[in-house]
């Protein structure tokens, strides 16, 4: 039969939208954010998110990104604009940030402020490790051609550059922003890293994609991963529910000088000890002695050797 040989009329269309719509706002089956705060709060805004990211990979790397022409005659005029910008930007979704976790607490601004300016004192360290991953990342690649091209082109330095700002703010204790610039670095480069996770400097993603590195992950100093190598979780631990205990120690602790190639996964809570080669293809799920290597033989057979 055909579907459309009795068409509703104009007056039953609009019932049925209009029951629709009585659907959409019953407060029984609708959550709204920041719920309960007085006539509510803003979202923070992916869009000035964003704008964080670009004045922090300015201030960063000056002249590699945003306005051209910048000398050492005119550093410090456009190193003041960008960081009064950057900080004013930052109050604001920061403190639209705390209003997920402190809904109603009247010094939100205030602890905005004081939040935003110890970023902003974060970024001469920053810039310190940011250059250590590119220079190592150039050492380690005989295809780069310069420290320069490295820091302007390449996925993985950008990647880690939204991982380093995310991270600062995560230990500042800033809700829901840290997931966002970590995510929009997902969304660009196909690279997942957690602003949770605790990474060394003279840290290298090569080629990048389908890199996963989970929260609680520890990776210490010169460690490089290839890609699609993934540090996740093996299992969780429960509640009375069956639900997995958030902020549990979960993920690998990866020793110094390590190099993990690609598409191997390393599950749990287990400790990869400096020095060590983990070779392509690889499921580890126990320790990793230092200066340990190991390859597959054979799809059955998993050589270690020093």
């Not at 005119?74 to 930052?90: H, K, P, R, S, T």
């Not at 209003?99 to 810039?127: T, W, Y």
């Not at 991963?225 to 993920?251: C, I």
Request: with cysteine.
């Amino acid at each position: 039969m055909d579907r459309h040989k009795f068409a509703p009329g104009v007056r039953e269309c609009e019932e049925r939208v209009t029951a629709v719509v009585k659907q959409l706002v019953d407060e029984r089956c609708t959550r709204l954010p920041h719920e309960g705060i007085n006539g509510g709060a803003p979202l923070p805004s992916h869009d000035d998110v964003s704008k964080i990211i670009s004045l922090s990979r300015r201030l960063v790397f000056p002249g590699f990104f945003g306005a051209s022409g910048i000398s050492y005659h005119n550093l410090e005029y456009y190193a003041g604009i960008a960081v009064e910008e950057l900080y004013n930007c930052l109050k604001v979704q920061i403190a639209a940030g705390l209003a997920f976790g402190e809904p109603g607490n009247s010094h939100i601004k205030d602890k905005a402020r004081e939040m935003a300016l110890e970023f902003v004192e974060q970024l001469p360290e920053l810039r310190r490790v940011l250059f250590a991953d590119a220079q190592a990342t150039y050492v380690g690649d005989p295809a780069a051609t310069s420290v320069d091209e490295v820091i302007f082109c390449y996925p993985g330095v950008r990647a880690t550059v939204n991982y380093r700002i995310a991270h600062i703010l995560q230990q500042l204790g800033v809700p829901v922003i840290p997931r966002m610039i970590s995510e929009q670095a997902h969304r660009d480069t196909g690279i997942d890293i957690h602003p949770g996770a605790s990474i060394g400097e003279g840290f290298v993603i090569d080629h990048g994609t389908g890199v996963v590195v989970g929260a609680t992950s520890i990776i210490g100093k010169n460690v490089k991963l290839y890609q699609g190598v993934t540090l996740g979780a093996k299992s969780f631990d429960r509640d009375e529910n069956n639900n997995p205990v958030k902020g549990v120690p979960r993920h690998p602790i990866i020793g110094n000088d390590v190099i993990i190639y690609a598409n191997s996964t390393v599950l749990g809570r287990i400790t990869i000890g400096d020095g060590a080669i983990i070779g392509g293809n690889l499921w580890v799920t126990e320790d990793v002695g230092a200066g340990e290597k190991l390859v597959q033989a054979r799809p059955d057979n998993i050589l270690r050797f020093k």
